[in-house]
């Protein structure tokens, strides 16, 4: 497997190279280096994408990876969250064998996304130790609503690679769809529960709006090629405790 990133010496790449992914790097906006990472990189290839950032809109580099794949003749395709009409008419129209992935909330993005504590109006992580437990801290959901949750580090690969072996058996039918890639569906008190259970400490949960998910998961569809999924539970012990316990 393949990754593409602006930034090959960042933590989360150097950790792929440990795990054996080929990292290679590209710029979304610049078509001419996505064409050269494509052309080092193995036949079948998964973008790593960067954010969006300052410069080209999101639509132009998105098209730069299309067109940059097909130029370096990339077999299959596989995005993420390729949810805009004009970009999956795009793709459609290039002609690449390709699939989506459609991940929940980073469930990473506790410890390494900063929010805003509006009480205070101070930053500090989502997931944050106080002197009595903990907070955990999101301002999308409401505590009653259902969440979608994503380890995005154990089960983006897993699903990426269970449709890397099985894009070309046309008796799969993988091109063309989109795959919803979440590790789990809960509340924002629920997960709590799991990371207090974990950690032997209290949890505070702060949330707002709401929101909700109803298909099956794991995705069934996913699993069926062979993607196996990790849990919130199996998170907490390998991620969640080795920093918070």
């Excluded at 080092?40 to 067109?67: C, F, H």
């Excluded at 101070?122 to 609503?145: A, C, V």
């Excluded at 949960?205 to 993607?227: C, N, R, W």
């Amino acid at each position: 497997m393949c990754n593409l990133t602006r930034t090959p010496g960042s933590e989360t790449a150097l950790k792929l190279k440990e795990r054996g992914v080929q990292v290679v790097e590209g710029d979304s906006g610049d078509k001419a280096s996505l064409v050269r990472a494509f052309q080092v990189a193995k036949p079948s290839l998964r973008p790593l994408l960067p954010p969006v950032v300052i410069g080209p809109s999101e639509l132009t580099q998105r098209k730069n990876m299309v067109d940059a794949a097909k130029q370096a003749g990339v077999k299959f395709f596989v995005s993420r969250e390729l949810d805009k009409e004009a970009i999956e008419e795009y793709l459609r129209a290039s002609g690449l064998a390709n699939a989506s992935i459609l991940p929940g909330a980073f469930l990473e993005n506790f410890w390494t996304y900063v929010a805003w504590e509006i009480s205070s109006l101070r930053q500090h992580q989502m997931l944050k130790k106080t002197s009595t437990g903990f907070d955990l801290i999101s301002l999308k959901y409401s505590p009653t609503s259902l969440q979608t949750f994503t380890w995005v580090e154990y089960d983006v690969g897993e699903s990426v690679l269970a449709l890397l072996k099985s894009y070309a058996d046309s008796s799969k039918s993988v091109s063309g769809k989109s795959y919803p890639v979440v590790t789990a569906k809960m509340t924002h008190p629920d997960l709590a529960a799991i990371i207090s259970k974990a950690l032997g400490a209290p949890f505070t949960v702060f949330s707002e709006y709401d929101g909700i998910y109803t298909a099956p998961v794991p995705s069934p569809d996913l699993v069926a090629l062979g993607a196996k999924f990790g849990t919130i539970e199996e998170l907490v012990e390998t991620e969640v405790k080795k920093r918070y316990g």
